[in-house]
């Protein structure tokens, strides 16, 4: 899994919140609540980033969710509109299934998987989550599954063989 990190300078990133978690401690005087933010950021055009971010206000919590998220940005090889093929990871108890759909689908995915992608910039694919639905999970399994795609031209330097022979696919 190559990381391909993204520097963030000239990038116009969009934030969406996958999750807000609230959190309780009793205490002596009555309870004291904290919040939890998973926030993903993307520039539509292939870059994407996730973070967590913690505080006792929500907006705090949010605000450092998305400087983590921009910490932490990587270029996603795409195909048009779509991802270059299909793939299937695991992450903890998570299963995530990408599949790459005809321009004119749309994004067929449901939560967490929805707003990393329509950060990223796909707008037709198929995507299942089987297994655990945890908004954490689910998004780490997410960014695995996009780490491990190639695109064809990587491929064939890693084969070292030309593209026409790549796509030829004759097993000389």
């Known amino acids: 899994m190559a990381k391909r990190v993204v520097t963030r300078e000239a990038l116009e990133l969009e934030d969406r919140l996958v999750w807000l978690n609230r ?12 919040f939890a933010a998973l926030v993903v950021v993307g520039d539509r055009k292939g870059v994407v ?30 195909r048009g509109t779509t991802i270059p093929h299909a793939i299937t990871v695991k992450y903890e108890a998570t299963r995530l299934v990408l599949r790459p759909a005809a321009p004119g689908t749309g994004l067929i995915a449901g939560g967490a998987v929805r707003a990393v992608l329509e950060v990223l910039g796909v707008q037709d694919i198929l995507a ?10 689910v998004v780490r399994a997410t960014f695995k599954a996009l780490m491990d ?11 070292n063989i030309s593209l026409q022979k790549l796509f030829k696919g004759t097993h000389e």
């Open 23 to 34: 959190t309780a401690k009793v205490v002596k005087g009555g309870r004291r609540f904290g």
């Open 49 to 78: 980033g996730f973070g967590l971010g913690k505080a006792a206000e929500a907006n705090i919590a949010i605000n450092k969710g998305i400087e983590a998220a921009k910490k932490n940005l990587y270029r996603i090889p795409l």
């Open 128 to 137: 299942k989550v089987i297994g655990s639905s945890n908004p954490h999970n």
């Open 149 to 159: 795609l190639e695109d064809a031209v990587a491929i064939a330097q890693r084969r």
